[in-house]
């Protein structure tokens, strides 16, 4: 089935309302504007807290700014994981996939916030209005957008039996082994990478998370797989390579 026509019955599943209201309800707790997009870039949810800058900027940049989020489905579709991004005007935005039944059927696209650091567009009365968040609770964010849209792939948590070689089809031996021990999407990446032997500074580096983001996660994925140390968990990655 066509990414596309996964859609409505994901939302039809969960229930259209319910996940309007928890976009509203993300979006106010963080001060940010979010939407779910279509893999064709059409917004499938109703705007929360839009950001009226942003609005203004489109409204006059229209084809920059559809350029600059069509460049960045595009990454997200590459690569299928979150990644945040600096548009034109210096505010930062995320895109996170939603996977159903192992594909991207959507994405949740927000942000429109100053990172303390960043340089806006000075003396436009709108900018004044634009929220100022710390880089570790932006990143203390999309954890929670990540992991919470974790649980709603339900195919990826619950194991269905009879589509198990279908839905495994593009996952390594090891991402079965650590999906029986409940690992969330994030967790799987980084269960992997640390399997790769890479460092919690590269592992950081390629999903974009702080390092002790990573260490956090390496620690929850431990403690799910009942091992002391991650030299423990790269060697149970080489045992059932083995095998």
């Known amino acids: ?49 839009s950001s009226l800058f942003c609005y203004y900027m489109m409204k006059n940049n229209r084809l920059r700014c559809i350029q600059e989020r069509e460049n960045a ?12 991004f ?6 930062t935005f995320f895109l996170s996939p939603v996977f159903y039944r192992g594909k991207i059927i959507c994405m949740a696209y927000g942000g429109g916030v100053n990172l303390g650091s960043d340089t806006i567009c000075a003396g436009n009365k709108l900018a004044d209005n634009i929220t100022v968040m710390s880089e570790k609770k932006f990143s203390d964010m999309l ?23 279908q839905t495994s089809c593009d996952r390594s031996a090891n991402e079965y082994l650590f999906l029986k021990h409940k690992l969330s999407r994030r967790e799987l990446d980084i269960a992997q990478a640390v399997c790769e032997c890479l460092s919690n ?10 390092e002790k983001t990573v260490k956090s996660h390496i620690s929850n994925i431990l403690a799910k797989m009942d091992m002391k140390d991650r030299m423990q968990l790269v060697m149970f990655c080489k045992e059932h390579n083995k095998e």
Do not use: H, V
């Open 201 to 210: 500074k590269q592992i950081g580096e390629k999903l974009f998370i702080s």
């Open 73 to 84: 489905m595009k990454s997200i579709l590459a690569q299928g994981q979150t990644r945040t």
């Open 86 to 91: 600096k548009c034109y005007m210096g505010l």
């Open 143 to 165: 954890d929670l957008m990540q992991n919470t849209l974790d649980m709603l792939d339900f195919d990826a948590s619950g194991e269905k039996e009879n589509e198990g070689a």
């Open 1 to 49: 089935m066509e990414q596309t026509q996964l859609f409505p019955e994901w939302a039809k599943t969960i229930g259209k309302e319910k996940i309007q209201a928890y976009q509203d309800s993300f979006a106010r707790t963080f001060g940010i504007s979010l939407c779910l997009l279509s893999l064709q870039g059409k917004t499938l949810t109703i705007w929360s807290n």
